[in-house]
Every structure is written in C-alpha cells, then in structure tokens.
C-alpha cells in the first residue's frame, strides 16, 4: 500500500486536540490518515514512506464540507437573477428545470464538482433530480456526497408514489458506493411543497431504509406565513409533528425562526446549513445563527445552488458567516474566525453523520484535505492562518486537493475530471434549455 509523506507544511487540523496551527508533517497510507506531528518529520516516516512531498509554501487543512447545493443548477448559472424566492422559483427555475434531461443534471453537476474540486470542498450535499447521473459524477470525480432524491408532491397521487419509489430505489442502489464515499438521505422538498401525509411516507421511508433526512425549512417568511395558514403550525413544529425529527435531519437555511424554534431544533438534535450568500441574493433574510450556536445546535455551511450564489467557494461562505453576524448583530465576537472555519469543515462532517470520517486533520480519519499556496501578497505576514484562511483566503488559491487518500487537483490541475470536455458540453446544455 502506498504511503505518503508531506513534510515542512503547515498545517490547520480542526482537531481540538492538537494545536489550531503549526509547522509539521502527516502521513498518509491508502485512503487515511497514520501520522501528524510537529516539527521535523521522524526518520522512520522518511523511511516507510514511498512518495515524500515537501510542504514549503503550502497550508494543509481538512476539505471543505458544503451541506446544501443543487449541482446541476450550475446550468443556470446567471438566469433570472435580483428576484424574490417564489418567483424566482415558480417563474423561472420550475420552468426551466422542467426541460432538464438525465444528461444535463450530468453536466451541470460535473461542471459544479470541478468548480468544487477547485475552490477546496471535498465533500458536498445534494438534492435533485436524475441523482444517479449525480452519483456517476461523485464516483468518477473521487468527491465525497451525501446524495438526496429531493422530491416535491404538489402532482397527482401515482406522480406522488412513483417519485416515492424513486427516490427509496436510489437509496438501495447508492448508499455506501464509490468505495464508501456516497451516502444517502431521505428528502421531501420542503413543507409548503408537500403535503403533511406525503412527508410522512417519507419519514417511514427513512426509518425503514436508517438514512437520515434532508429538507428546506423556513427559509423565507411567506413561507413560514403560509404554512401556518395552510397546517396551523410554523414549519418546525409541523415537521416535529410529522416525525421528520425523529430521524437524524439537517435542515436548509432556518432562516426565520423563533426562540422557541431554536430550542426545539437544540432538543431534537436538528443539524441547519447555513447559506448566507444564497439568503442574501434572495433577500430571504439572516437566520439566528449565533443564537443557534449558543443553544447548541450544529451549524455547517451551504452554497445552495449555483443559480442563487452565484459560485461554489465555500471559502466565501465562511468569510460570509464571519462578516454578516458581526455586522448584524453590532458585536464583533458572535461568530470568530475559527467558529466559522468550523462550520465549513468539522460542523459540515457533524451535520451529515460523518463525524469521525471527515472534517479534521486527525489520525484514523480519512484523507480529504487540501493546500493552499501561501506564498501570495494576502496570505502575508503570517500571523493568524485561521485569521487569514477566514477573512482573506478564496478558493482559488487551492493548489491541491485529496479525497479518500486520492489526489483530485495537483497545482490547480483537475486529475480525475476533463475540465475543457465538462466547459463545453455545459454550454451546450444550457444553449438547448434556453432555445
């Protein structure tokens, strides 16, 4: 089995355990981490190792962990922009979806895994359509995902049923493929787009099949509005009601809430992603994140779709999450620097039952990490790199990028994916949706 040695990096671990930040080496034999330490490398992981890289010039941290997104939405990238969510959906993203075939759900999520891949995410989440076009992406792209058949019910009865049985036969094909790097989760769309009866077949689905569960919640305030008028229940408490949260669930976006709210999601163990950028192109709003992380809940981060960010950098959701809370709420230390990589990388693990596999620099976890080039202007003087990699670093400057042990991006190079082949054929599709 292979092993590699990277020696004179530095390194950014998430490990609580082990300092924030230092100069050092780790080892990695097939798809994990064996060694991490600071200082010079030992003799003896000189010797062991059969391929030894030198980390001058480089920060190694764990990769980034993006929990919501729709990658084939890169198709619409720039389409219908500066509109309200309702109509942005009903009037242009349904419409538009609508024509999408098994082959554009490929291409737009391949071009989103190499815009991923590229600015650093190593794991993502998805929700759409067509989702095993997705996972033939994950598998020959060598990312991590946490796949979801999102499934909306406002349609006939045998429409209903037979997305039902989709999306439980993906879960039975996917579910621990591609060398364990694909997960699955159970996932009506959200509460306003099916009925209270359909989630519930949803929530069975889930217990049968002992998958967690994926949905969007209160995300705008018409929605929170009419789901009170059409159940008598804010979307949370509807959703508890159903059962949903007797599953292990995350929920997208959260972003109007009350306190009562929040501590039911904190006693439920409820898991939120945070999309701050995609909240704000919507005007959705700002979502109680430091109140969230005070009850105790999980708090990861999201792009959502490239349709309403309009990119997949997490690193600018992350300098995001920092900068909006400060900025809201008049008090600079509600969401510091590290709280916020967190979110991006340990929280994001956390939030989608990977814990323990992915998100820190750690003995035993599995390697997905990445390095990026700190030899640039903003990456200087080197005082904080949590500071730096928070409120200066993007996504471009990730030079290198590992999943599962396996090198996706050798200086800024795809290895596993032909960027100018996914480019074209992208643009095709979007040139067929549009016509």
Not at 15 to 40: H, N, T
Request: proline fraction near 4%.
């Amino acid at each position: 089995m292979s092993r590699l040695l990277i020696h004179n990096g530095f390194f950014i671990t998430m490990d609580e355990q082990m300092p924030s930040e230092f100069q050092g080496w780790m080892a990695i034999e097939g798809d994990k981490i064996v060694g991490l330490g600071q200082g010079q490398a030992p003799e003896e992981e000189l010797t062991q190792a059969s391929e030894v890289m030198d980390g001058k010039g480089l920060l190694f941290m764990p990769g980034l962990v993006n929990t919501h997104g729709h990658a084939a939405m890169s198709l619409l990238r720039g389409l219908a922009d500066d509109l309200n969510l309702q109509d942005w959906l009903q009037n242009h993203m349904w419409p538009t979806e609508a024509k999408f075939t098994g082959d554009d759900v490929y291409w737009g999520s391949a071009l989103s895994a190499a815009e991923m891949i590229k600015s650093g995410t190593t794991t993502f989440v998805d929700m759409y359509d067509h989702m095993h076009r997705v996972a033939e992406v994950v598998e020959q792209s060598g990312l991590r995902a946490s796949l979801t058949r999102g499934v909306i019910g406002l349609c006939p009865e045998d429409v209903q049923k037979a997305k039902l049985e989709d999306a439980i036969q993906f879960a039975k094909d996917w579910h621990g493929a591609a060398d364990g790097r694909i997960s699955v989760m159970i996932s009506p769309h959200a509460p306003y787009t099916c009925p209270p009866d359909y989630i519930l077949k949803f929530v069975e689905a889930a217990h049968e099949l002992d998958l967690p569960m994926h949905t969007h919640m209160s995300e705008s305030i018409a929605e929170v509005e009419q789901n009170v008028r059409d159940y008598g229940y804010r979307p949370v408490e509807h959703l508890d009601r159903l059962g949903m949260f007797s599953r292990p669930t995350l929920v997208a976006h959260a972003v109007h809430l009350n306190d009562e709210e929040i501590a039911l999601l904190a006693e439920r163990k409820v898991a939120v992603s945070h999309n701050p950028v995609s909240n704000l192109k919507l005007a959705s709003g700002v979502a109680r994140v430091p109140d969230l992380l005070k009850a105790g809940v999980t708090v990861s981060l999201g792009t959502d779709g490239a349709a309403s960010n309009n990119n997949l950098d997490l690193f600018q959701e992350i300098s995001m999450a920092a900068l909006l809370h400060k900025g809201v709420s008049g008090d600079p230390t509600v969401v510091p620097a590290a709280e916020a990589l967190r979110m991006g990388t340990v929280h994001g693990a956390r939030a989608l039952g990977l814990e323990g596999v992915t998100g820190q620099l750690k003995t035993g976890l599995k390697a997905d990490f990445i390095a990026l080039a700190i030899t640039k202007p903003h990456f200087v003087p080197h005082t904080d790199y949590v500071s730096h990699l928070v409120y200066a670093a993007r996504g471009s400057d990730v030079a290198h990028v590992w999943v599962n042990g396996k090198q996706l991006l050798r200086d800024g190079q795809l290895l596993t994916l032909d960027e100018e082949k996914i480019l074209a054929e992208a643009e095709r599709c979007f040139q067929r949706l549009r016509g």
